[in-house]
């Protein structure tokens, strides 16, 4: 292998060669991921195929090639199989070698489906961040709170009256109720105990799970690839992390009829904080819902932050330090009638 090579295969940027008849000579493996083919179907085909339906593109690399000027485009929609659409910058650069006929370097950078994709380690560090500071008040709140509980049960039996119990009763209740959201605050405080396990185990049991609990009009579908490779997690966190997410969408569909599909499939060097990983599992979370409100798209797996009436906030943050705890990253896309959680998970641990 070149390194010429070496470094495009390795290249987080999507890059793409095509000839002047806009035919794709050459692509990466970034490229390959961004726009679900693979090299072998996608070489030698015309620019129209490869994206059909965006006169923007064609226009902007026709451009290219007559003025033999670099430029660059922001925000093309580029309209992928099972209609699928992702939004791009791209830089065109045509090339000219000599007598050779001119050919086009087109890099492409996703603008995040419309929604900020959670890849950075800045990000990363910052829902960490939120989640100790929301764990430190808990547990602030959490001590006081069983003082102040215990001393209105030993109250409770000096009083005689019936009627001033019920104000005992009153606090009890409430400190009951503050006690369990406190709980829900503190989130999982175990270690993860981990093992080799296939990622199916996991699904099969938040799809059992979730199927008793839906209405019927919600149907819950399964997509597997069965040749993922084991991974090392703790099942009981990655079901929570799953259930979290499932449970949104049930809600986010209410009484209207609607489909969850589980998917799980491996994708090929993906970068999650700053470590470049080989091969990760990628679990889809897919449903046809209203979407996300665009008022929490940048802020949804904060904690606290919530869209419904009697929400906490909490599951998605949880979700989020669950699956963080194994190395993994969940990011999200969303728009009406499409929102998918995608949790990534790291799949070379195993042999080490
Ligand atoms: N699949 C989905 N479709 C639409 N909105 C969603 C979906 N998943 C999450 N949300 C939104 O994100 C918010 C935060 O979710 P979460 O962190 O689980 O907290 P909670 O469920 O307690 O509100 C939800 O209140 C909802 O508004
Ligand atoms: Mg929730």
Known sequence: MTSEHHILENLNTAVLLFDEQLCLKQLNPASEAMLAVSARQAVGSAVKELVPADADFVAALQHALDTEEPRTEREIQLHLAHMHTIIVDCTITPLRDGSRPPELLVELFQRDRHLRIAREEQLLAQYNTSRTLLRGIA??????????????????????????????????????????????????????????????????????????????????????????????????????????????????????????????????????????????????????????????????????????????????????????????????????GETVFTLLLPLEKIDE
């Open 139 to 336: 547990h602030e709140i959490n001590n006081p709170l069983g003082g102040l509980r215990g001393a209105a049960q030993l109250l409770e039996q000096e009083l005689d009256d019936e009627a001033l119990r019920e104000y005992t009763n009153v606090i009890i209740g409430e400190a009951d109720r503050l006690q369990n959201l406190l709980r829900r605050m503190l989130g999982p405080n175990t270690l993860p105990h981990k093992k080799v396990i296939n990622i199916h185990e996991v699904l099969e049991r938040v799809y059992a799970l979730t199927q008793a609990e839906a209405p019927p009009e919600i149907t819950i579908k399964r997509n597997y690839d069965p040749s993922i490779p084991e991974l090392v997690a703790d099942p009981e966190q990655l079901i929570q992390a799953v259930l979290n997410i499932v449970r949104n969408a049930m809600q986010a569909l209410g009484d209207n009829s609607g489909t969850i599909t589980l998917r799980s499939r491996t994708q090929r060097q993906f970068t999650i904080g700053n470590h470049r990983h080989k091969l990760v599992a990628r679990i889809d979370i897919i449903d046809d819902g209203p979407g996300i409100p665009p008022s929490l798209r940048d802020q949804l797996f904060y904690p606290m932050v919530t869209g419904r009436a009697d929400g906490t906030g909490l599951g998605l943050s949880i979700a989020q330090s669950l699956v963080n705890q194994h190395d993994g990253l969940i990011e999200c896309s969303s728009q009406a």
